[in-house]
């Protein structure tokens, strides 16, 4: 069995919304200091739909497959729906990730996240933050 499915390889490959979005809405940027993973993805928002997202980031091909695959799946989405994302959601939709790089799911579901509390943030809307990572806090991962 190959230790990568097809479809990780094609987003790693040929990732889909490399880039990044200028005058975007909201903007998240996370990493993990285990692995040395930074991943920033950008939104561009309008009537509480995500129009656009894109992404860079420095890291392996499952942390660039994650983040692909989770731009792809974010956009067109309301942002509840978005949120909802989980980094399980990622991993089925790529076919499944190695054990030991099942953390870029969570990166990914962490930056989309990260991203709409900016979004949130600049624009004053209240919101509880529960929903969101504590990335500052985490053993695990921290804010860039």
Request: glycine share 8%.
């Amino acid at each position: 069995m190959a230790l990568y499915t097809e479809t990780v390889m094609d987003h790693f490959m040929h990732p889909r919304n490399v880039g990044e979005i200028e005058n975007a809405d909201g903007i998240g940027e996370v990493g993990n200091a285990k692995c040395g993973d930074i991943m920033k993805i950008y939104l561009k928002i309008q009537d509480d739909v995500i129009q656009d997202a894109k992404f860079e980031t420095f890291g392996c091909g499952s942390a660039i497959a994650s983040s692909s695959m989770a731009t792809e799946m974010i956009k067109g989405k309301r942002l509840e729906d978005a949120m909802a994302i989980t980094n399980k959601q990622v991993v089925e939709a790529l076919g499944g990730l190695p054990t030991h790089k099942i953390h870029c799911s969570v990166l990914a579901e962490e930056a989309i996240k990260s991203a709409v509390k900016d979004y949130y943030d600049r624009r004053g809307i209240a919101y509880d933050a529960k929903q969101f990572p504590d990335c500052e806090n985490c053993e695990g991962c921290r804010m860039v």
